[in-house]
Structure formats: structure tokens, C-alpha cells
């Protein structure tokens, strides 16, 4: 059972909306209660898919994580002993090869490139040494592997492709996202002597390069979009933003308490916008 948590931790729980968000997007307006087909993509976008996302990432970034705070909980992941780690890499490929082999079967062989770029992604990002994670700006980059969900979404639930111009709003939304967990990070990655974009930026130039990518963001809902309700709910994001920098924390590091009051505060907001960007389809029409 200990080991089992562990293994739960390392999955990131507190995470999971993202990937379950990037699931939902093609299925904009369809009755998915009674769908085998959604309920199967759902199951593998909780636990299965974070636990290969990221359980290969604690692994490697063992030293890193031992100098991390907000480590060792279900909100930001696991912090294991060297025992429990070693028990990641035989369950972490076979489950790989359990869930791609399945999706390959269920769905068919034209999704291979799918599981395989994912695959290929994941190795590149955490490859001992020069991988993505220790190379900025390439962390970044790796990011676009999130996307691969929603090819998978429309593959398996058979929906209509989403427009390229929304790959782009997702292609801002992953970048941003990471960008974020760095700044939240950033001591410790640099006790570690770890290497990312906020590492080389600083907090405050990261901080800028969040700002102007949700600022983007904004103008895209707002303008080719012309949805105003879920381009209003990032547009108050992006007021926070500006006052995080310039009046609230500015510089200055955040406490344990207030990472984890961010993180929970950005699972609701995830919800309530995953409903409605579900509910309206704002997403996959331009």
C-alpha cells in the first residue's frame, strides 16, 4: 500500500488537469455519459498517462527533488527514497507498453506515430545528462508533446479535427504552464544547479515572458474567437499576473503555503473552464 501511494504521488494528481483539459477539447457539445470509447480516453488520461509523464521525470531528477518544498505531496508529486525510485523503471515501461499497445489494438495502427512521438518526446526530455529538462530552451519545446492528447481525443472518440489555429492557443497554454511551475521552482533548481528558462531569465524577466503569453492568449479569445466569457476569465488571470509582479510578490519567492493555495485555486479555475470551453465549443470554431 505505501508503495502504491508512492506510485500515485509520482503521478501528480494535483496535475492532472491538464491533461484531462487538452482530452475534453474535441469533444466540444457531444453526449460522452454513455461512450465506451470516452470513458476508456478518460481513464488513461488520469493516472496512466501522468504516471508515464511524470514518474520517468522523478526518477531522474532524484538529486533535484530532495531540495524541492513543495515535493512529497498529491498536489505536486512525489518525493521518493532511492528504493522506491528503483522500482519506477520496470513498472513505469511496462505500463507504457501495456497502455500503448492496448490504444494501438482499440484504436488501430494508424495511431503507432502518436505513441511513438509521445515516446520519443519523453526520452528526449528526460535523457540522463544533456536531455530537454537540463537544456533551456528546450524544456519548453517538449511541452508540445501535451498536444499528442488531442490527436488521441479525436482519433478514438472519432471527432472533427481541431483547428490549426487552436493548436496554436495550445501550443501559448503548455508553454505558459511550465514557464509557471519553473518560477515556482526556481531555488531550488538553482541549489541543484539545475538548468531551465527562469534559471537563465531570472523571476522577473519569466514572470514578463508569462505576461505576454497570456496576454496573447487573451487577444486570440478575444479577437479571432470573439468569446468573451472565457477570454474574460484568462484577461482576470492576466490582471493577477501584473499585480503579482509589480505590486504583490514582485521579485520574492513563494512560501509552501501560497504554492499550495495557487495550485488548488488552479485546478478550480482549470474545471470551471474546462466545462465551458466543453459546453460552448469556443475552441473548434474560427
Same mark, same amino acid.
Given at each position: 500500500?505505501?508503495?502504491?501511494?508512492?506510485?500515485?504521488?509520482a503521478s501528480r494528481p494535483g496535475?492532472?488537469?491538464?491533461?484531462?483539459?487538452?482530452?475534453?477539447?474535441?469533444?466540444?457539445?457531444?453526449?460522452?455519459?454513455?461512450?465506451?470509447?470516452?470513458?476508456?480516453?478518460?481513464?488513461?488520461?488520469?493516472f496512466p498517462l501522468n504516471f508515464?509523464?511524470?514518474?520517468?521525470?522523478?526518477? %531522474?531528477?532524484?538529486?533535484?527533488?530532495?531540495? *524541492?518544498?513543495?515535493?512529497?505531496?498529491?498536489?505536486?508529486?512525489?518525493?521518493?527514497?532511492?528504493?522506491?525510485?528503483?522500482?519506477?523503471?520496470?513498472?513505469?515501461?511496462?505500463?507504457?507498453?501495456?497502455?500503448?499497445?492496448?490504444?494501438?489494438?482499440?484504436?488501430?495502427? $494508424?495511431?503507432?506515430?502518436?505513441?511513438? %512521438?509521445?515516446?520519443?518526446?519523453? !526520452?528526449?526530455? *528526460?535523457?540522463?545528462?544533456?536531455?530537454?529538462? *537540463?537544456?533551456?530552451?528546450?524544456? &519548453?519545446?517538449?511541452?508540445?508533446?501535451?498536444?499528442?492528447?488531442?490527436?488521441?481525443?479525436?482519433?478514438? *472518440?472519432?471527432?472533427?479535427?481541431?483547428?490549426?489555429?487552436?493548436?496554436?492557443?495550445? %501550443?501559448?497554454?503548455?508553454?505558459?504552464?511550465?514557464?509557471i511551475g519553473e518560477v515556482m521552482?526556481?531555488?531550488?533548481?538553482?541549489?541543484?544547479?539545475? $538548468?531551465?528558462?527562469?534559471?537563465?531569465?531570472?523571476?522577473?524577466?519569466?514572470? !514578463? &515572458?508569462?505576461?505576454?503569453?497570456?496576454?496573447?492568449?487573451?487577444?486570440?479569445?478575444?479577437?479571432?474567437?470573439?468569446?468573451?466569457?472565457?477570454?474574460?476569465?484568462?484577461?482576470?488571470?492576466?490582471?493577477? &499576473?501584473? !499585480?503579482? !509582479?509589480?505590486?504583490?510578490?514582485?521579485?520574492?519567492?513563494?512560501?509552501?503555503?501560497?504554492?499550495?493555495?495557487?495550485?488548488?485555486?488552479?485546478?478550480?479555475?482549470?474545471?470551471?473552464?474546462?466545462?465551458?470551453?466543453?459546453?460552448?465549443?469556443?475552441?473548434?470554431? %474560427?
Amino acid at each position: 500500500m505505501k508503495l502504491l501511494l508512492f506510485w500515485i504521488k509520482a503521478s501528480r494528481p494535483g496535475l492532472w488537469f491538464p491533461a484531462l483539459w487538452l482530452y475534453f477539447l474535441p469533444l466540444s457539445g457531444m453526449d460522452i455519459r454513455y461512450s465506451t470509447d470516452f470513458w476508456l480516453g478518460f481513464i488513461f488520461a488520469t493516472f496512466p498517462l501522468n504516471f508515464i509523464i511524470y514518474a520517468w521525470n522523478d526518477y %531522474v531528477d532524484h538529486e533535484t527533488d530532495k531540495l *524541492n518544498p513543495r515535493k512529497d505531496s498529491f498536489l505536486f508529486g512525489a518525493k521518493g527514497t532511492r528504493e522506491q525510485l528503483n522500482t519506477l523503471p520496470p513498472i513505469l515501461f511496462g505500463f507504457q507498453l501495456l497502455c500503448y499497445g492496448f490504444f494501438i489494438w482499440y484504436i488501430g495502427v $494508424h495511431s503507432i506515430w502518436l505513441f511513438t %512521438v509521445l515516446f520519443l518526446v519523453l !526520452l528526449a526530455y *528526460n535523457f540522463p545528462g544533456r536531455g530537454f529538462r *537540463n537544456t533551456p530552451p528546450l524544456e &519548453l519545446f517538449a511541452q508540445f508533446g501535451y498536444l499528442l492528447i488531442v490527436p488521441f481525443s479525436v482519433m478514438l *472518440n472519432d471527432t472533427p479535427q481541431v483547428p490549426w489555429l487552436t493548436y496554436l492557443y495550445l %501550443v501559448l497554454f503548455a508553454v505558459q504552464s511550465q514557464l509557471i511551475g519553473e518560477v515556482m521552482d526556481i531555488e531550488p533548481d538553482r541549489k541543484a544547479n539545475r $538548468h531551465t528558462t527562469a534559471t537563465r531569465l531570472g523571476m522577473r524577466n519569466t514572470k !514578463l &515572458l508569462i505576461i505576454g503569453i497570456v496576454a496573447l492568449e487573451v487577444i486570440l479569445l478575444m479577437t479571432v474567437y470573439e468569446d468573451y466569457i472565457f477570454g474574460g476569465m484568462l484577461a482576470l488571470g492576466l490582471i493577477w &499576473l501584473l !499585480l503579482d !509582479l509589480f505590486v504583490i510578490y514582485k521579485d520574492n519567492t513563494y512560501t509552501l503555503n501560497q504554492m499550495k493555495i495557487f495550485g488548488v485555486g488552479s485546478n478550480l479555475i482549470a474545471l470551471a473552464s474546462m466545462v465551458y470551453v466543453w459546453w460552448s465549443g469556443v475552441l473548434m470554431e %474560427v
